[in-house]
């Protein structure tokens, strides 16, 4: 008796483990920006205005 591999998906592919895998990478992303979310970062305390002489603006065509 020869043994073979079976190369082709075909009908024998379960579709279980890929709604599985899809619903685990979309969990997977929604904790990910979930937790970033969550994350204080710091803001800076006085507002940063510069001002920009005339001179250096430059028009560009």
Request: proline residues 5%; aromatic residues 12%; glycine residues 4%.
């Given at each position: ?19 599985l895998k ?40």
């Amino acid at each position: 008796m020869q043994f073979y591999k079976k190369t082709s998906i075909g009908k024998s592919y379960n579709y279980t483990s890929l709604i599985l895998k899809i619903v685990l990478a979309i969990l997977t992303l929604s904790l990910i920006i979930f937790f970033v979310g969550k994350i204080n970062f710091p803001a800076p305390n006085k507002l940063i205005k510069q001002e920009i002489p005339r001179e250096n603006l430059k028009i560009v065509k």
